[in-house]
């Protein structure tokens, strides 16, 4: 009962840990800096988002620790890529898509009027 009750409480500290691990291995996986940058703006993309659906019915920090520990081992595991490069498309990525959901002009898949 306690353990189960531990990592309940704790769940988004171990989710973080192991989005930190498959971050870093998809980074050592791909060999091309041009597929670094590819994978994290799609990446950064995607976390917009999900930061975007959760702000408003859950608390946000911890998905914001989770995206971080993404970005986080993806920057550890991408050793051919420029650090700098993949920090400023992974933020573009998200504030481009975070924005487009805010200002709709992206639509969830379930909302009304998604599908005419």
Same mark, same amino acid.
């Given at each position: 009962?306690?353990?189960?009750?531990?990592?309940?409480?704790?769940?988004?500290?171990? /989710?973080?840990?192991?989005?930190?691990?498959?971050? *870093?291995?998809?980074?050592?996986?791909?060999?091309? #800096?041009?597929?670094?940058?590819?994978?994290?703006?799609?990446?950064?993309? @995607?976390?917009?988002?999900?930061?975007?659906?959760?702000?408003?019915?859950? #608390?946000?920090? #911890?998905?914001?620790?989770?995206?971080?520990?993404?970005?986080?081992?993806?920057?550890?595991?991408?050793?051919?890529?420029?650090? @700098?490069?993949?920090?400023? /498309?992974?933020? *573009?990525? @998200?504030?481009?898509?975070?924005?487009?959901?805010?200002?709709?002009?992206?639509? *969830?898949?379930?909302?009304?009027? *998604?599908?005419?």
């Amino acid at each position: 009962m306690i353990k189960d009750q531990t990592v309940l409480e704790h769940w988004a500290e171990i /989710l973080a840990t192991i989005i930190l691990l498959v971050g *870093f291995f998809i980074a050592l996986l791909i060999r091309s #800096p041009f597929l670094h940058y590819i994978v994290i703006t799609l990446s950064g993309l @995607l976390c917009g988002r999900v930061l975007y659906d959760k702000h408003k019915t859950q #608390p946000i920090f #911890p998905f914001v620790m989770i995206v971080t520990g993404f970005f986080l081992g993806f920057m550890l595991g991408a050793i051919a890529a420029n650090k @700098l490069v993949i920090m400023i /498309l992974f933020l *573009f990525g @998200l504030t481009l898509s975070y924005q487009a959901h805010k200002r709709g002009y992206i639509g *969830f898949y379930k909302t009304t009027g *998604f599908i005419k």
